[in-house]
């Protein structure tokens, strides 16, 4: 109760100094209505990286190393190389994670379905809660495997075989190639081999193995955040921020987060850089572990000579965006060679988003959609009601802060980190904003978050047909209209041939009441046996020594704690020396 009241009284006390600051702004052309945001769709997050892992998005020219917060788009693909791990958040509490040798893609996202195709390796999904109507399909070279329901999940595609298992209360439907669609109940495994004419046989789920138990470890760790207190819990990477810095309350902005162990003139929109997303169009990157949530929610203000990301008000649906930035045109720079520039900086506490992507009823229309406090035009506070033309949103806050204004030429942006291709020298006193879309036009280099080398599929990979009941997202690259045309020196896009899946039919969902077909018993010489019930814990009695306690004994733990831990297993189906480690890995500076 008494963070709440804190926070409703940070709120008010910021709507109240803001607002006898000057006279309400005035009213012209009506705001973006709050149905205009395009697609509402959150698009799936790449949060943790460990090993090789490569990335390929349709546009550019090679697998390029895929690098932590991309947000992933119909059409791209993942590669774990031999020693690599990923990880992408699809929910505030579902995870797909793959390892060694695998390649997973996304096919398809829509507001209730979400499509991943795996043509060769080891993937999990890690579903703690799922919203209602929400469907996730894997799809396989021998079956796709629909999702419906909270649980855990996991599938192993090999040459000859798949095999897919279902845990802690998860439930399933697989759809094989030329077959009916049966039921994958609870704790139950099924296996395919052998084509054309597959064979289908159902076993009991076996023990967890090591990288189980990893999954299981991370997702308990990732979903008790000491941040979620802060933010709402439609935000992903909240876990991030417990570490990689604090959170203060200040009397005008409530609760604010403030990154730990930056560099001395670091500023918010310049450790990072803009790449194409064919749902978003430009859309912010950043290098830092911890930078998902502040550059795709909220806002930055600037306390005491520190940057602090301010969430605002918590909200039940906050809207996500590329990102949260003002760009500004030429001139505002002053440059030996006179080229064409592009500066941008973040938003302040209430400052309107003025949308560079979206349809032409969002584009270019100032709008405060997902923003619960405040909302602030030019250093005033405006009513909910008031509507606001965009040419006169000509005031941001954070450009008076020294260097917080981060510039490119024109022809570099997009192209290459933001890091080697910034322009120092600004003049903060000629700024243009851009009112609307950003004209630069992608190339093959905007397709890509990381530079260099990466390790490529195997060709027998790449060319497996998957079993699916709709087929890809079109992945056309779009580009904006009336764009700055690319350098001559410009990498062009190369398509890449991928083979079209097989289309089943979709399964329909069974009554409640019904018992759904199920593949027939493989045949197996033993089950796995139900670990007893843990014994209840004694309490001692009054005067007893604590060393009397009789201790609980957890399922599937020997009764002696004190006994040497069991050596790390090889994951089921895995390469021959590759070991998983018996608990998450420790986080480096870069978050994999």
Sequence with gaps: MKTLATRALATLLAVTITASAAPTARAAVPTAPPDASPLGLIPPRLSYLDGEVSFWRPGAQDWSPAEINIPLAPGDELYTAHQGDLEMQIGTRAFVRAWGDTQVGLSNQDRDFLQFKVTNGHVSLDVRSLDPNQTVELDTPQAAFTIDRPGYYRVDV??????????????????????????????????????????????????????????????????????????????????????????????????????????????????????????YGWT????????????????????????????????????????????????????????????????????????????????????????????????????????????????????????????????????????????????????????????????AASFVAGSGPAARPPEAALDRRVVATRPPARTTVASPPSVVAAPAQATAPVARREPAPRIVAAPTPAPVASVPPRPPFGVSQTERVRPASPTARVEPAPGRPNDAVATRSLPGEPANRLAPHRAAETPRGAPAGHARPPHAPERDQRGR
């Design 284 to 443: 912010w990157v950043d290098a830092a572990p911890w930078g998902w949530a502040p550059y795709h929610y909220g806002r930055w203000v600037f306390i005491d000579g520190l940057w602090a990301w301010a969430p605002g008000p918590i909200v039940v649906r906050p809207a996500y965006a590329p990102a949260l930035v003002a760009f500004f045109g030429a001139p505002g720079v002053a440059v030996a060679a006179n080229a064409p520039l592009l500066s941008w900086v973040a938003l302040g506490w209430g400052e309107p988003v003025v949308p560079w992507w979206g349809s032409s009823r969002f584009v270019g229309r100032p709008s405060w959609v997902g923003w619960g406090g405040p909302r602030v035009v030019n250093n005033v506070v405006v009513n909910r009601t008031t509507v606001v033309d965009v040419k006169t949103v000509t005031v941001y806050r954070n450009v008076g802060v020294q260097n917080a204004v981060v510039a490119v030429r024109a022809d570099h942006f997009g192209r290459q980190p933001v890091r080697e291709a910034r322009v120092v020298e600004v003049d903060t006193q000629r700024l243009q904003p851009v009112h609307g879309a950003v004209r630069t036009r992608p190339d």
């Design 158 to 279: 090999e040459p000859a075989q798949t095999s897919f298992i279902t845990r802690r209360g998860g439930r399933a439907t697989m759809t094989p190639a030329g077959g009916p669609s049966v039921a994958v109940t609870p704790s139950e495994e099924v296996v395919l081999a052998g084509a054309p004419n597959t064979s289908v046989q159902a076993y009991v789920a076996p023990d967890l193995d090591v990288w189980d138990q990893w999954n299981y470890a991370r997702t308990e760790e990732l979903i008790d955040s000491m941040s979620a207190r802060y933010v709402s819990s439609a935000v992903y990477g909240v876990d991030d921020l417990d570490h990689y810095g604090n959170w203060r309350v200040v009397p005008t902005y409530g609760s604010v987060w403030v990154p730990s162990a930056v560099p001395a003139g670091w500023v918010p929109y310049s450790t990072g850089r803009w790449v194409w997303d064919r749902h």
